[in-house]
């Protein structure tokens, strides 16, 4: 009965997802979630409240969404992954189970009827320690990103947030974490900016302290920085075994620098080549995240990637936005998105013919490219959101005295708005 359980909650459950048992993601407001896919409104906790990592990987809140997940029932902190699954997208909760489901008999029949954990082992390691960052990205906001801060004010008169938010009492948060360190196996580093986050350095400075250099690490960065003060994040890259590095890179050019504000395109790529030369056998990949802005011209930008040898035709990592929802590919009307379809099988097609050149594998383009063709064919379209995405974009370029529609002509078409032009 028990392999049973096992094998429906590894393989078939729809719900079941093993983070809550070997992780507890952090916000730099302190709160603290199931996971980073989690949705950040419906934390289980919040350090500055509750000051004790091991009472919050206990929380009613936390408890509740173990149980649901052992009675195979849906979890609303949960629906980002059951949407991205609908559309065919390998997720954080698949990635969990296959990871982790080696622990699965040590923690499920363990864990009590109301959810709770008698031990906590921090296998899986995401904490968001600040919202440094030096870039302001169209669909991010001041909770991630400090560069945010004085557009906000500017848009939004009665703003009154601080401008760098971070975990606190952090020196209490670092003494806790530190013992959980040792049982950490997979470590995902985001922002805020990584490379400009002072905490992740100690951290893995302890780890190469302790040796413990076999853990799989993963960076996603803006990749515009290689420094930090005296640091050189390639020096580090190339002490551990297994580095993953995945640039948040939605598209290049005049593109790249107005979707995420602070790009300067030529320092991102001269920081790829200075990656290739100083750690070549680092893996390295582009996680774009696809949106109304970059859908038009990302496999434009991907190809020519692939052609100058700066990234490797499947080492690519395709997010769908969904939120915020009138920055989606759902604003697309239903008319207007056969031409798009087109593109991404033409452009799939020709990076799979890449892959069998160099006999590389080819699963994240089939997985990736077909999960936003299936997105465009099946999402249905929400046009009511034209005029919150109007006004947004609107009063962000007032500020930044920008114009969206200069540096993406093709979304004139989408709006209807051909007078613009005019």
């Known amino acids: 009965m028990q392999k049973m359980k096992k094998k429906f909650h590894l393989e078939t459950s729809k719900f079941f997802c093993l983070m809550p048992w070997v992780h507890l993601h952090f916000l730099p407001d302190s709160s603290a979630h199931a996971c980073c896919m989690s949705d950040s409104k419906k934390p289980v906790g919040n350090f500055s409240i509750t000051p004790s990592i091991k009472e919050l990987y206990n929380s009613k809140s936390a408890c509740q969404l173990r149980k649901n997940m052992m009675d195979e029932k849906p979890s609303p902190e949960c629906q980002r992954c059951y949407e991205l699954e609908s559309h065919g997208v390998y997720t954080l909760r698949k990635m969990s189970n296959e990871s982790f489901g080696k622990y699965w008999d040590g923690l499920i029949p363990e864990t009590k009827n109301d959810g709770q954990l008698t031990d906590f082992k921090m296998r899986y390691l995401d904490i968001r320690f600040s919202n440094i960052c030096n870039f302001k990205c169209q669909t991010c906001g001041p909770l991630f990103s400090s560069a945010w801060y004085d557009d906000q004010k500017a848009l939004y008169s009665g703003y009154s947030s601080l401008k760098i938010n971070r975990i606190e009492p952090m020196n209490q948060f670092m003494s806790q974490i530190q013992p959980l360190l040792d049982d950490v196996e997979k470590v995902y580093f985001a922002g805020g900016e990584p490379i400009v986050t002072e905490e992740i350095y100690q951290i893995m400075d302890y780890w190469l302290a302790k040796l413990h250099l076999g853990l799989e690490l993963s960076f996603t960065t803006n990749f515009s920085l290689i420094q930090f003060k005296e640091k050189n994040i390639l020096d580090y890259w190339n002490k551990f075994k297994h580095v993953r590095i995945s640039a948040s890179l939605d598209d290049s050019g005049p593109r790249a620098e107005y979707l995420r504000k602070g790009t300067i395109w030529k320092n991102i790529e001269s920081n790829r080549n200075k990656m290739l030369s100083a750690c070549p056998k680092v893996y390295f990949e582009i996680t774009p995240t696809i949106s109304l802005f970059n859908v038009w011209h990302f496999p434009e930008f991907h190809l020519d990637w692939v052609k100058r040898n700066l990234v490797e035709p499947n080492n690519i990592r395709l997010n769908i936005l969904t939120n915020p929802r009138h920055m989606t590919l759902s604003l697309i009307p239903l008319k207007k998105r056969k031409k798009l379809i087109t593109k991404w099988i033409e452009a799939r097609d020709h990076l799979l013919e890449f892959c069998e050149n160099r006999s590389h594998p080819k699963h994240n383009i089939l997985d990736g490219y ?53």
């Open 370 to 422: 077909n999960s936003i063709i299936h997105y465009l064919e099946n999402e249905p379209e929400e046009l009511d959101l034209h005029s919150a995405f109007l006004e947004r974009l609107s009063k962000v370029d007032a500020v930044r005295k920008e114009s969206l529609f200069d540096v993406f002509p093709e979304l004139i078409e989408i709006f209807e708005l051909r007078e613009i032009n005019e």
